[in-house]
């Protein structure tokens, strides 16, 4: 790390004993969520990903170990905010821990980097309420990163011969790629994406074009590919969509205007 740094320890996922340093220049906060796949040694600790808004204080990170007892150095500039987690007591299992930091100031347009390696990375939008997060936006959920990356709407047929479709008001096609953030296969379950209208309508859909997604795993590190279909009104209009990485999780909305 260059300069001082706050050091914070998570000890008890559910009452997080922090002990800090007497000198740094951010606030940290952490605690544990399972969500994928770890590994063992404090050398192997890597983020995986980084959730967080330009106007907040707030940086969510997902880390490559399971169970772990977790502590973070952060040092912020004006240019970048730089961020080293140490684990210790990890485990192997199927799960991944997460941590939250609390800035000094507002993110802002500074880089995130990964001290241990010296990557810069992405921060992709939180999505705490519907329209923040946009087309070619990578967001987080479950298990995977999923970017919707083109719309068509107005649609009055869909796929070729002998199989046409046709809609009872139009089709939308949202066309998307699911990335696998974990150390293990996982199925993309198309049946928990859902699209809304300009009224606030809820629509299920169907994967047309699976792809890569066709009754298959990902596996890790891997991204595939597909296009959701969905049969909406004629006169509606496209608003958002709610994409999930799992039934379980708790999804997150992308603006498909």
Same mark, same amino acid.
């Given at each position: 790390?260059?300069?001082? &740094?706050?050091?914070?320890? %998570?000890?008890? !996922?559910?009452?997080?004993?922090?002990?800090?340093?007497?000198?740094?220049?951010?606030?940290?906060?952490? !605690?544990?969520?399972? !969500?994928?796949?770890?590994?063992?040694?404090?050398?192997?600790?890597?983020?995986?990903?980084?959730?967080?808004?330009?106007? *907040?204080?707030?940086?969510?990170?997902?880390?490559? /170990?399971?169970?772990?007892?977790? *502590? &973070?150095?952060?040092?912020?500039? &004006?240019?970048?905010?730089?961020?080293?987690?140490?684990?210790?007591?990890?485990?192997?299992?199927?799960?991944?821990?997460?941590?939250?930091?609390?800035?000094?100031?507002?993110?802002?347009?500074?880089?995130?980097?990964?001290?241990?390696?010296?990557?810069?990375?992405?921060? *992709?939008?939180?999505?705490?309420?519907?329209?923040?997060?946009?087309?070619?936006?990578?967001?987080?959920?479950?298990?995977?990163?999923? @970017?919707? /990356? &083109?719309?068509?709407?107005?649609?009055?047929?869909?796929?070729?011969?002998?199989?046409?479709?046709?809609?009872?008001?139009?089709?939308? %096609?949202?066309?998307? @790629?699911?990335?696998?953030?974990?150390?293990?296969?996982?199925?993309?379950?198309?049946?928990?994406?859902?699209?809304?209208?300009?009224?606030?309508?809820?629509?299920?859909?169907?994967?047309?074009?699976?792809?890569?997604? $066709?009754?298959?795993?990902?596996?890790?590190?891997?991204?595939?590919?597909?296009?959701?279909? $969905?049969?909406?009104?004629?006169?509606?209009?496209? %608003?958002?969509?709610?994409?999930?990485?799992?039934?379980?999780?708790?999804?997150?909305?992308?603006?498909?205007?």
């Amino acid at each position: 790390m260059h300069g001082s &740094a706050r050091i914070v320890r %998570l000890r008890d !996922m559910w009452g997080p004993r922090i002990r800090t340093g007497t000198v740094g220049v951010a606030t940290v906060a952490a !605690m544990l969520v399972l !969500m994928a796949a770890c590994e063992s040694s404090d050398v192997d600790v890597r983020i995986r990903g980084v959730s967080g808004e330009p106007s *907040s204080r707030l940086l969510s990170f997902g880390i490559n /170990t399971c169970n772990a007892d977790l *502590s &973070a150095e952060v040092e912020e500039t &004006a240019e970048e905010v730089r961020i080293r987690v140490h684990a210790e007591n990890n485990t192997t299992a199927d799960c991944r821990d997460g941590m939250r930091v609390i800035l000094d100031d507002d993110l802002g347009n500074r880089r995130v980097i990964d001290d241990r390696t010296g990557e810069e990375l992405r921060v *992709s939008s939180r999505l705490a309420e519907p329209g923040v997060a946009s087309i070619d936006d990578p967001v987080q959920d479950g298990d995977f990163t999923l @970017t919707v /990356t &083109a719309i068509e709407d107005g649609r009055q047929s869909f796929g070729g011969p002998p199989a046409i479709s046709q809609p009872r008001g139009q089709f939308v %096609l949202v066309y998307f @790629t699911v990335h696998n953030d974990v150390l293990s296969p996982r199925l993309f379950a198309e049946e928990y994406q859902y699209l809304f209208d300009g009224e606030g309508r809820k629509y299920e859909g169907y994967i047309a074009d699976r792809g890569d997604l $066709f009754q298959a795993d990902i596996n890790p590190g891997d991204t595939a590919a597909g296009v959701l279909v $969905f049969d909406i009104p004629s006169d509606a209009e496209p %608003l958002s969509i709610k994409l999930h990485g799992s039934p379980s999780s708790s999804g997150v909305r992308v603006a498909l205007g």
